[in-house]
């Protein structure tokens, strides 16, 4: 009896072991000299049990007798990323008062670094703050609730930093947490997958033109923008319009083409950025002509419409909630999704922080 236990064990534990090493399902076929990686019908499934495992619910005893669940949710991506976003960490309290005025979470990551900006939300009356610093967030709860509270931290963004196109192995990012009060320190390990990148170096992935990853954010009445915690200088100052925020035309795409996929990680050169677009201003008709990688795109003051020239037979229009406004001798557009489909071939998120009045680009 005792050895057939010990083989079911066995056979759990090295059918387990197969699936922790397992890589996306994937056949190579050759393409002009080429070798390509192409899905197999298994990917859904693969994919489907993988993002299953990366939500995970933590319980944690408090030395007050009081309990919290610490739930998260991963991301897995199936190319090499600068950046990842995983969906959520939420921190439940069993009961009013759990968590006390003064105390600390560090939510810690084993690879790359979180960004500053991170969204918090409550629900319940606990109030708490949280920051991204290097590689770990700071949650600190700045008032205890009167009834049983809830705390979700989104818009959480790693930077992976570091390649890894030269491997086919499997990156994961570890989760883990310190729950700190007075005289009491509690460690845990919360998501193993908090974010997973997995690359196969036969796969080969094109862009036509240069994008940032990460996050891009313009504040209402700001003379600068910030990409990824670096702050770069903008034309002229922001400034709301029917409830848009108008910004530099000039400043929105060298702040989209900073960060090139193609180059160095963390080399953040203005002047590089300037190199992939130029501008023709046309004084007549007060409009400004940018070539950009894969079209010929038109911004005319006092104009709703965008118009990209992509070839002679291909001209497409893009409608903006607000018209372009010249100010300052500067021209604005308003920063919208309709705007944000001039540069992206898909969506991009964005957030709207009602507080400090600024705009997150998330891509």
């Given at each position: ?133 290097g590689n770990r967030i ?103 319009k029917q409830n848009y ?116 680009i998330e891509v």
């Amino acid at each position: 009896m005792k050895k057939i236990l010990l083989s079911i064990i066995l056979v759990i534990l090295l059918t387990v072991s197969v699936f922790a090493e397992e890589h996306i399902p994937y056949f190579i076929y050759n393409l002009n000299g080429h070798d390509i990686a192409m899905q197999t019908d298994d990917y859904s499934e693969y994919l489907e049990e993988y993002q299953a495992r990366q939500t995970t619910q933590t319980l944690c005893n408090l030395p007050y007798g009081n309990t919290i669940v610490i739930d998260t949710k991963g991301v897995f991506r199936s190319h090499d990323a600068i950046s990842l976003c995983p969906e959520y960490i939420k921190i439940k309290e069993s009961e009013a008062g759990s968590l006390k005025k003064g105390d600390s979470i560090y939510f810690y990551i084993d690879k790359g670094t979180f960004l500053k900006n991170v969204v918090l939300l409550t629900q319940g009356n606990i109030k708490a703050s949280a920051i991204g610093e290097g590689n770990r967030i700071k949650l600190e709860i700045q008032e205890e609730s009167t009834e049983a509270s809830e705390i979700t931290l989104s818009h959480i963004i790693i930077m992976a930093g570091g390649e890894n196109k030269s491997s086919t192995e499997k990156k994961e990012f570890c989760l883990s947490a310190k729950y700190v009060s007075d005289n009491f320190t509690k460690e845990m390990v919360l998501n193993p997958r908090f974010a997973t990148m997995e690359w196969n170096n036969v796969m080969c992935i094109e862009h036509s033109f240069p994008y940032f990853e990460g996050q891009l954010s313009f504040q209402n009445g700001s003379s600068n923008f910030i990409l990824n915690d670096n702050t770069f200088s903008s034309l002229q100052p922001t400034y709301k319009k029917q409830n848009y925020l108008m910004v530099p035309i000039r400043s929105l795409v060298h702040g989209i083409m900073l960060n090139n996929i193609y180059a160095t990680q963390y080399q953040y050169n203005e002047a590089k950025a300037r190199e992939y677009t130029t501008f023709e201003w046309n004084a007549e008709n007060q409009s400004s002509i940018m070539k950009y990688g894969f079209g010929i795109t038109t911004f005319q003051s006092g104009s709703n419409i965008v118009t990209i020239e992509y070839s002679k037979d291909d001209i497409r229009k893009i409608i903006l909630p607000v018209a372009i406004e010249m100010k300052n001798n500067t021209l604005y557009i308003p920063l919208s999704t309709s705007a944000l489909r001039i540069f992206f071939p898909y969506d991009v998120s964005t957030y709207w922080d009602i507080t400090t009045e600024t705009i997150y680009i998330e891509v």
